[in-house]
């Protein structure tokens, strides 16, 4: 008897907390100007490369997959919200338009910072955040995006040829696999914790992820950026040690 009263509480449960509805990411795509490709979970990540501009660093052109790939990805949090976190690569020129156009329309500005120093034309990336209705959301970052020279129209993807770099080497110093993409070698390294904003976990299609990529220059050398994800007591720490390696003194 008591067997029985279980499974028809169990099936009560379930017949009164139907799954979640998926966003519609077609909409989404739409609004944005730009399509992109559902990601782990609930997640609907839509890259920006910044194809558009010719910068150069120290004799180097870059291509956009090794530091001038805005990006943007929705998650779902409800039936009828999401959340959306991104990076914005921008000119000099394009930040005061394309802040004042976000944040009126409801978009948060996170950080405005640099990656690269000493290229031509200066570059900064600008990181997004904002809640609510997907499409809304993704209408309202289009006019900000419409404020840059940032591509929308879809693009074939980029070539995941074979580079001129030695990536076995590169995943056995960093012990991590990476892979091929638009001539450039990305190393994505997860934290080992879950990364939380406001109780949500932010994934690593998020941008919760390391990310190092290596752009071969020749003779098997390379040119690398990327950024790391720290806590604030880890920030010292680690430059230092990136210090110590890149003087060569190895040191304890």
């Known amino acids: 008897?008591?067997?029985?009263?279980?499974?028809?509480?169990?099936?009560?449960?379930?017949?009164?907390?139907?799954?979640?509805?998926?966003?519609?990411?077609?909409?989404?795509?739409?609004?944005?100007?730009?399509?992109?490709?559902?990601?782990?979970?609930?997640?609907?990540?839509?890259?920006?490369p910044r194809s558009d501009l010719k910068v150069t660093l120290d004799g180097v052109e870059l291509k956009p997959a090794l530091a001038l790939g805005s990006w943007l990805a929705f998650r779902s949090v409800g039936d009828h919200d999401a959340m959306v976190m991104g990076d914005l690569v921008l000119t000099q020129p394009e930040v005061n338009p394309v802040m004042k156009t976000l944040v009126e329309n409801g978009i948060e500005v996170t950080a405005l910072h640099n990656?690269?120093?000493?290229?031509?034309?200066?570059?900064?990336?600008?990181?997004?955040?904002?809640?609510?209705?997907?499409?809304?959301?993704?209408?309202?970052l289009h006019a900000g995006l419409q404020a840059s020279g940032t591509p929308l129209s879809d693009t074939a993807p980029a070539s995941q040829s074979a580079i001129d770099l030695d990536t076995l080497a590169v995943d056995q110093a960093l012990g991590h696999k990476g892979r091929v993409n638009g001539g450039v070698y990305q190393v994505g390294i997860p934290r080992a914790e879950t990364i939380r904003d406001g109780g949500m976990e932010v994934s690593e299609a998020m941008g919760s992820a390391?990310?190092?990529?290596?752009?071969?220059?020749?003779?098997?050398?390379?040119?690398?950026?990327?950024?790391?994800?720290?806590?604030?007591?880890?920030?010292?720490?680690?430059?230092r040690a990136a210090r110590k390696r890149h003087r060569g003194d190895r040191g304890p």
């Open 1 to 48: 008897m008591q067997a029985k009263l279980a499974l028809g509480v169990a099936l009560t449960l379930a017949i009164i907390a139907p799954a979640r509805a998926e966003p519609d990411w077609a909409a989404v795509g739409k609004a944005l100007g730009k399509s992109g490709a559902q990601a782990s979970g609930q997640i609907y990540r839509v890259g920006l």
């Open 115 to 140: 990656h690269l120093l000493r290229s031509e034309p200066a570059t900064v990336f600008m990181h997004v955040s904002g809640h609510g209705d997907p499409v809304k959301l993704a209408s309202a």
């Open 210 to 239: 390391i990310a190092i990529n290596f752009q071969p220059t020749g003779n098997g050398k390379a040119a690398i950026t990327g950024d790391f994800v720290l806590i604030a007591s880890e920030v010292n720490p680690v430059l």
